[in-house]
Structures are given as structure tokens and as C-alpha cells.
């Protein structure tokens, strides 16, 4: 078991370094320039940018640039954003907690739909609670979250006038209306959110169960006289969750990176949001470490995945 | 109004026999904008009256919150490192400068204690010398007093090439002196007519020296400062998340006595500018929103309601969306370089062609099905202030016109309907930036152009691209690889000094300043750039005023652009806010007057 985690620790390096290099090539060729919008504005000498360009070692070669990155990168320097003029990691840091927070109960709520329903539903196929579940998610994962967003937002804002639609990172109040305040605000985006997810995980837990709860072992099990209660939860849910875990463990990174389109449509300030505008804005730096602690994310959970298999399923050995 | 009248009037409104407001008035139905006017009288050494706004709050503070929406977020709070102007209107919260233009074109003393003016002093006769005297008793937020230092430091600070600052255009070419605690004196290589730039308004915001003193030129990116502001403003700095959230809270010992009136200020940013508008016109969650550039049969539908609790606001202000002719030949390489100034356009070289697209542009159904209250249809380039206005100029949409000018010369009606001369067919590509109101006028055009056998292909980039100065991309708008763009440009000042630069021969855009020159068109017209010169050394406004007409009717005459809308600025104000916006200034340049009424 250690030998294979360090066999996978030491593929990680490797792999890390592939990603930042093809990352920062991208993003170097892809066009725009951050102090783009300073040559606009006719008040600004043209050498301003230029100062500023070489200021931040815009014009030096590409290799140069991400040797400087990557050796800043393993002193703990994240970087300076070309924007905000601060560090990136303290930026990164500020879009946090309103990441996790939304995205993070979205996840929860997601779960928390998908994995009752899917299961109820596959042990009953094709009764009536499987065709509504069914419908319900096929419409869930058909409407994109820009399209339900908007909705709820006319709905529950505008015509009802229940709901905030302006989420505010901080809130003025404080104790209990402080909760209160944020858990209003929160409703729409994790909503959104969650039964988008929650759909297309519904369907998936359905089918996972399925595929297992007709195998002879669970007829054995019912054999021997085990109340159908355990069966579903010891037999068959246990089993059934292997590929569910997978997928579940490989969205992870998402909460991380933040769901950019909702971001934007409620105000949440998230990562998702800063990675967005700093595109928009051609900040490089800020860029780099979003999607570089993306790729990091999502190679450390796949490893996460990957033992959690052996937990669920002794029968899987590391070698 | 001949010059001599003028000069008869402002006279009079000297000695007090002709008010103020009659003056602006009458020079308003002659053409001259109001701001204009205002300088010529300042410079005539008649006192300002700055327009005077009502506001009723008798003490500072309990107005609770004031709430802004603002669908880009300032990213930095450093008012001379600011790159667009979300991070001025950030700045704005708690920097000043030392006066502001209200929307007349005014100026307003904030932190001077009164306007130079040739009578009291303030502006010396070949206006190369101008001395601010500074308000006494202010102080910055930390505590400590404002002094002329400062204004000299910030200066030094913006002045100095290694600070990189962004104001750096208003600030390297002056010389500025401390005379005593509070009076500063900024000295002009040349005399300068349009003085009023170094300071005031939107680059004008000062900065305290005591903490920005060890972060001027290569440092400057290390400030703490510049992401906790400490100014003189009426809003204390308490956070801020750039491209999220910027909120203060009230300066209890402001230098003007009962404001500000609001407990709190939140700049929220980020999404959308229809959203924005909702949250303020519509839930009434937000108290203001910025820049709405969403199309007016929107914000109509919005207000269009009995529970509305807010309104949109439409100001004037100095934005041109204009089409820009190339002069050189796009599609042919000369020395590595496509559109080079040593080339002529194969088909614009022919006066009638210009003439006949500029008849072909219908800015009546483009302002009437596009832009609604938000567009004026214009045949000028320069709109505002008034006096600088061109009364010259006319605009028609004529189709029978424009075929009867290109049968003349000789464009003849090809068998596929296109005109042709010499082997040379009319087409045109036609590019600006994706932008809904962009493309439905684009295809206006197109089929005006159609009808007048010009074959019009559209094309049209994505704005990061467009208007981005990469020296590497072809379809940046300042590289204007095609024969006719189109675009928004703002005149940020109330003077078209800076704004109609972009016409000189010697600021022509070409690959040896990386497309730098602000003469995209690449026109060449020696008239033009006399005028310019003139006007630059004119102190006699009205002689000044003359200049700049002339140097916009030579610019729409030939022409060599063709406007299309001028476009007031638009914010969105809940209906109790009472504001004082400027299109001039900053959204929030006089956020210290701003009160709810209850």
C-alpha cells in the first residue's frame, strides 16, 4: 500500500510539471494583453504600458517567463497579480469561503437528492416513483444553469420578491440574522446548483444500483431470509457505490474551481468568478495558479478515489 | 454671434449687467457648450458660480447604507495606477482631487479652496503659470493634515516614469511648486488653455505622502496603501475584495460640515449589466447602478412598471460611436506591414465613395430601433461641450444620393449588381466589436449599401481582442486590417485637446510604434494638423473654439469618419437617491452630496 502510494506521489511531479508547461504556453500564445485596456484610453502615453509591460517582464521570451514562474512557484511565491496588484494567493484565499460554501452545499444537497431517490428507484424499476424520479431528472439535467438561474430569479426575486439575487460575501448583520441573511441569499445559487447535479448523479446512482441488485449474491442474501432493508443498504448500496464514487470523488475539484456561469449570474464572488475575469483581463499570473491548483485538485482526488475503491471493495489489492 | 458680440457679452456679465445663466443661455443657441462657455468666462476673469445642488440632510450620518452596483469591479484602489474606470470610481470613494466637473462643465473646488482664475490670481496672463490655493482644515483619514506636500508628492509620485502610474500623461510634463502650507503653483512649458486636467477630476485624485513617500518609482507596486486607501474623502476605507467588494463607512470628521449623509458605502461588482439594472429599477435591492449599456427597450420595460422603484439616468457626456474610413490599403503588404501609411485605399481614395457611404448610414432608424433615449443621431464627432459643437455639419440618409454620386464617377453597376471602376469592385469589409447593438447597426448599413451596389462583409471580433493593444494579433482595432470599423470613443475631459489628437499626421498608428499612434485611420491632412497646432497655443477661447470646429468639419467633411450616435452615459438610480452625476466626472466625483430623500 505505501509503495504504491509512493509510486503515485512520485508520478504526480511529472505530470504537475506537463500541465504548468502546456498551461503557460496556452496561455502566453492565446491573445491579449493585460494592459490592453490602458492604449484605449487616450489620457494614457503609450509608454505607460510599456513600462508596465516590462515592469511585470512581459516582454521577456516565453521559456524565460515560466522558468521565472516555476522557480517562484516552488519558493511558495504564487505570484503578483498584473490587476490588483497583490498577491495571487491572497486573492485566491478571499474567494474561498464563499466557493466552498456555495458550491460545497450544492455538492451536499446534490447528494442528498441523488442518492435516496436513485436508490428507491432502482429497487422499484419502472413503478411510478421511478417514471416521475426519471422525468424530473432528465428535465434537471436538460435545463442548463444559466437558464434556471435566470428563472429563479424572476420567480422567487422579481414576481415574488422573496429572495435576494445579489449575494454579498460580506453581510452587514450579525448572530443569527447573519445566518439568517445567508442561508436567504444562498437558496437560489445552491439550488440551482444542486438539482443540476443532483439530476444527472440521480441517474447514475439508478443505474449503478440496478446493474447490482440483480446479481445472484443479492438473492442468496434475500434467501437466506435478511430483511430487504439490509440487503439494500449492506448488499447492494455498498457495491453500487464504487463507480458513484469515482464520479463523485472527480467533481470535487469542481468545488474548488466554483461554477463559473452561476457565479456570475448571482454575484457570487467564488473562484469560478476570478478565474473568469482575470481571463477576461488577461492576467496571467492569477490565471495560472487558479487552473494549476485545479490540475493539483483533480490528480490528488483521483488518487483519493483510487483508495477509497479499496476500502469499499477489499477485493481490489495495490500493487 | 460674431466674436466682437461675444466679447461685448461677457463684458457685461462682468460688470453684472447680463447674468451668468443668460450668457451660457444665448452662447448655448450659438453653439457653444456650456462648459466651454464657462471657461471662456473664467478665463475672462468672471467668477464662477458652480452649480449649486440642493442638499437637505442637516447632519451627517443615519442614512443608513448606501448600496452600488457596479458590473465590473474595481480591482485596485490606487487612484494613479487605475486602468479603467471602475478602479477611478473605486478610488473616488475615498480619494479627492482637488476639484471636480459637474455635468456643465464646472469646475468644482473639493479639496482647493477656490478655482484659479485670472482674477483672483490664479492664472497667470500667458496662462503658463496656475496656483491652487487648498482648502485649510482637512484632513486624511488617518489624521494627519493635507497639505500642499501632497499635492506636490503626487506630483513626483505620478510624474516619475518607474512608478508606472497611469495618470502619468496629466502630470510629466508640468512642474509643480510648493508656495506655502496651502497653496501649490504649477508651472506650464507653453501656454496652456486647457490647464484644468493636472488635479482635477478623474486623474486628479491625491494620495497622502506620508504613506506612499517610500513606495515612489520601482516600489510602487509594494504600498500597502494601495490596497487600503487612505484619503480625505468622505467614506473611510474598511474592505476590500477586488473584482468583488469595496465598502466604507462614514468619515465622522469630513471637511464639509452635515455629509456625508450615509452610515456605509458597498461597491458590489461583478455580473451583469441587465441584472444590475433590475436590482436597482426593479427588486430595488440596490440604491445605484453604473454604466448600464443595456439597450433601452429594456431599461423601458423595467421602468415601464407601477411598482418601479427605480429609474434610469441619462447624462450627456463626450462618447462617440463612430465609422472610422481607412486611408491605407489593407489587404496589401508594404515592408511588412498591411495598412501602411505609405499606401492608399483602392477605393476610398475616390472622394465620391466616402461621400456616398456616409449618405448610406440610416442613424435614424439606428437611434429610433437600436439605441432609443441612450443615442443621439449626429453628424458631428465632437458633441459636447456645446461650444465646441459644429453648427456646419449636416447628416442624410439618401440612397438616390449616394447612386447618383458613385454613377458620376464612374462606378458602374456590374452584371451580380456590385459597382465596379478600373477593374476595382466596391466591397467592403466592415469590423467592430461583438456587441448586440454593434451587429444590428452593422446590418443597417449593410443593406443600405446593398441597395447603392456596394457589397458590405461584416465582421466582427470579440472585444478582449478588439480593443487590445497585442502587437501580435491582426484584428485589433488600432491595426484596422479592413476597410471600415467601427467603435465608441470617450472624450474624458470638457476639452477636445487630448481627444482630437487622434487626427494628427504624426500620431498615425503603424507597425514602427506597435500600433500605438492614436491615428487609426492613418489620415494625413495638413489643414488639420495647423488647426491643431493652433489651438494648442490660442488662448483666446472663442479664436480656440473656432479651431476645434474647424478641425471636426474637416474630419466629417471629407469625410474621413462618419459618427453615427453620440451616447450619453446611463446609470440606474432608485427613486429616492437623490445624485449629482457628470458626465465629465466620475459616477461618484460628488458622492458627498448624495442623500436619500425620506
Given at each position: 500500500m505505501s509503495r504504491y502510494l509512493l509510486r503515485r506521489l512520485l508520478i504526480v511531479v511529472p505530470s504537475l510539471l506537463g500541465i504548468s508547461v502546456v498551461l503557460f504556453t496556452v496561455l502566453a500564445l492565446a491573445p491579449g494583453d493585460p494592459f490592453g485596456e490602458l492604449a484605449t484610453n487616450p489620457n494614457v502615453p503609450p509608454e505607460v504600458g510599456a513600462a508596465l509591460r516590462a515592469k511585470f517582464g512581459l516582454d521577456d521570451p516565453v521559456w524565460l517567463r515560466y522558468l521565472h514562474w516555476l522557480i517562484a512557484m516552488l519558493h511558495g511565491d504564487w505570484g503578483f497579480s498584473f490587476v490588483s496588484r497583490m498577491d495571487v494567493d491572497r486573492l485566491i484565499l478571499q474567494r474561498l469561503p464563499a466557493t466552498l460554501l456555495v458550491i460545497g452545499s450544492s455538492q451536499v444537497l446534490a447528494l442528498l437528492v441523488a442518492l435516496p431517490v436513485g436508490v428507491l428507484a432502482a429497487t422499484r424499476p419502472y413503478s411510478l416513483f421511478d417514471q416521475v424520479a426519471n422525468t424530473f431528472a432528465f428535465i434537471g439535467f436538460s435545463l442548463p444553469t444559466f437558464f434556471t438561474g435566470i428563472l429563479f430569479i424572476l420567480v422567487f426575486?422579481?414576481?415574488?420578491?422573496?429572495?435576494?439575487?445579489v449575494f454579498r460575501a460580506d453581510l452587514a448583520a450579525t448572530g443569527w440574522r447573519w445566518y439568517w441573511e445567508m442561508f436567504r441569499q444562498s437558496i437560489m445559487p445552491v439550488a440551482v446548483l444542486g438539482l443540476f447535479q443532483g439530476a444527472s448523479w440521480t441517474r447514475y446512482v439508478r443505474s449503478a444500483v440496478l446493474d447490482v441488485i440483480r446479481l445472484d449474491y443479492v438473492t442468496t442474501a434475500r434467501a437466506k431470509g435478511i430483511a430487504e432493508r439490509a440487503v439494500i443498504t449492506k448488499h447492494v448500496v455498498r457495491n453500487a457505490l464504487i463507480p458513484v464514487v469515482t464520479l463523485v470523488a472527480l467533481q470535487m475539484p469542481a468545488v474548488f474551481g466554483g461554477a463559473i456561469i452561476t457565479e456570475q449570474i448571482f454575484r457570487v464572488p467564488g473562484i469560478g468568478s476570478l478565474l473568469i475575469s482575470s481571463i477576461l483581463a488577461n492576467d496571467t499570473p492569477v490565471i495560472m495558479a487558479v487552473t494549476f491548483v485545479f490540475a493539483c485538485l483533480v490528480i490528488l482526488f483521483n488518487l483519493i478515489a483510487d483508495i477509497l475503491y479499496g476500502w469499499l471493495d477489499p477485493r481490489i489489492s495495490y500493487r | 454671434m460674431t466674436e466682437r458680440e461675444l466679447r461685448d457679452l461677457i463684458a457685461a456679465v462682468k460688470v453684472g449687467e447680463v447674468s451668468r445663466r443668460t450668457l451660457l443661455r444665448g452662447m448655448a443657441a450659438v453653439g457653444l457648450s456650456a462648459p466651454f462657455a464657462n471657461l471662456l468666462l473664467l478665463q475672462a476673469g468672471v467668477a464662477q458660480a458652480a452649480d449649486k445642488f440642493d442638499y437637505k440632510p442637516t447632519k451627517a450620518g443615519g442614512g443608513g447604507p448606501l448600496k452600488t452596483l457596479y458590473w465590473q469591479a474595481p480591482t485596485l484602489l490606487n487612484p494613479h495606477f487605475a486602468i479603467g474606470t471602475k478602479d477611478q470610481e473605486g478610488s473616488r470613494i475615498f480619494y479627492e482631487p482637488l476639484a471636480g466637473w459637474d455635468n456643465d462643465g464646472n469646475l468644482v473646488p473639493i479639496l482647493a479652496a477656490e478655482i484659479p482664475e485670472t482674477e483672483n490670481g490664479g492664472i497667470s496672463q500667458d496662462s503658463t503659470v496656475v496656483t491652487w490655493k487648498l482648502k485649510k482644515d482637512v484632513q486624511w483619514h488617518d489624521g494627519k493634515p493635507f497639505t500642499a506636500d501632497d499635492v506636490v508628492f503626487n506630483w513626483e509620485y505620478a510624474a516619475d516614469?518607474?512608478?508606472?502610474?497611469?495618470?502619468?500623461g496629466s502630470y510629466k510634463d508640468i512642474k509643480v511648486e510648493k508656495v506655502d502650507t496651502h497653496t501649490v503653483r504649477i508651472r506650464f512649458p507653453k501656454p496652456t488653455p486647457f490647464w484644468a486636467d493636472a488635479f482635477v477630476g478623474q486623474r486628479g485624485m491625491i494620495v497622502p505622502k506620508h504613506l506612499f513617500e517610500n513606495y515612489k518609482g520601482g516600489a510602487s507596486r509594494d504600498a500597502p496603501a494601495n490596497l487600503k486607501p487612505v484619503g480625505t474623502g468622505p467614506y473611510k476605507f474598511v474592505d476590500f475584495k477586488p473584482g468583488d467588494l469595496v465598502t466604507g463607512e462614514r468619515n465622522p470628521n469630513y471637511h464639509l460640515p452635515n455629509r456625508p449623509y450615509f452610515d456605509t458605502i458597498e461597491m458590489k461588482g461583478g455580473g451583469d449589466a441587465v441584472s444590475a439594472a433590475r436590482a436597482v429599477i426593479q427588486t430595488g435591492e440596490y440604491d445605484y447602478a453604473w454604466n448600464m449599456q443595456v439597450e433601452d427597450e429594456i431599461l423601458v420595460r423595467l421602468e415601464d412598471n407601477g411598482k418601479a422603484r427605480g429609474r434610469a439616468e441619462i447624462f450627456s457626456s463626450g462618447n462617440i460611436e463612430h465609422i472610422e474610413i481607412n486611408n491605407t490599403d489593407p489587404w496589401t503588404e508594404v515592408d511588412g506591414e498591411r495598412a501602411s501609411a505609405k499606401t492608399k485605399h483602392p477605393l476610398f481614395s475616390d472622394p465620391a465613395v466616402r461621400q456616398a457611404l456616409a449618405l448610406l448610414v440610416d442613424r435614424d432608424s439606428i437611434e429610433k430601433h437600436?439605441?432609443?433615449?441612450t443615442g443621439i443621431a449626429t453628424g458631428n464627432f465632437v458633441n459636447n461641450p456645446p461650444k465646441f459643437v459644429s453648427k456646419n455639419t449636416r447628416w442624410e440618409f439618401n440612397i438616390e444620393k449616394a447612386n447618383q454620386l458613385l454613377e458620376q464617377a464612374g462606378w458602374k453597376r456590374g452584371s451580380d449588381g456590385i459597382r465596379a471602376k478600373d477593374g476595382k469592385q466596391l466591397k467592403l469589409v466592415y469590423q467592430t466589436s461583438i456587441n448586440a447593438p454593434r451587429q444590428k447597426t452593422q446590418a443597417i448599413v449593410k443593406q443600405a449599401c446593398q441597395k447603392a451596389g456596394i457589397d458590405v462583409e461584416l465582421k466582427s471580433v470579440t472585444s478582449s481582442v478588439y480593443f487590445s493593444s497585442d502587437v501580435a494579433n491582426p484584428d485589433t482595432y488600432s491595426k484596422f486590417y479592413t476597410d471600415i470599423q467601427m467603435f465608441t470613443t470617450t472624450m474624458g475631459e470638457p476639452d477636445p485637446t487630448q481627444f482630437m489628437r487622434q487626427f494628427l499626421s504624426s500620431e498615425i498608428a503603424s507597425k514602427e510604434n506597435k500600433w500605438q499612434g492614436r491615428n487609426i485611420t492613418r489620415w494625413r491632412n495638413e489643414e488639420y494638423d495647423k488647426a491643431y497646432t493652433a489651438a494648442e497655443g490660442e488662448l483666446d477661447p472663442v479664436k480656440r473654439a473656432a479651431l476645434f470646429i474647424k478641425m471636426n468639419d474637416l474630419v466629417v467633411g471629407e469625410p474621413n469618419v462618419i459618427p453615427v450616435m453620440y451616447r450619453p452615459r446611463v446609470s440606474a438610480i432608485s427613486q429616492k437617491l437623490k445624485t449629482h452625476l457628470s458626465g465629465w466626472d466620475n459616477d461618484l466625483w460628488d458622492v458627498r452630496n448624495w442623500y436619500r430623500e425620506t
Open positions: 426575486s422579481i414576481y415574488l420578491d422573496w429572495l435576494p439575487f | 516614469p518607474a512608478t508606472a502610474a497611469t495618470t502619468i437600436i439605441y432609443g433615449r
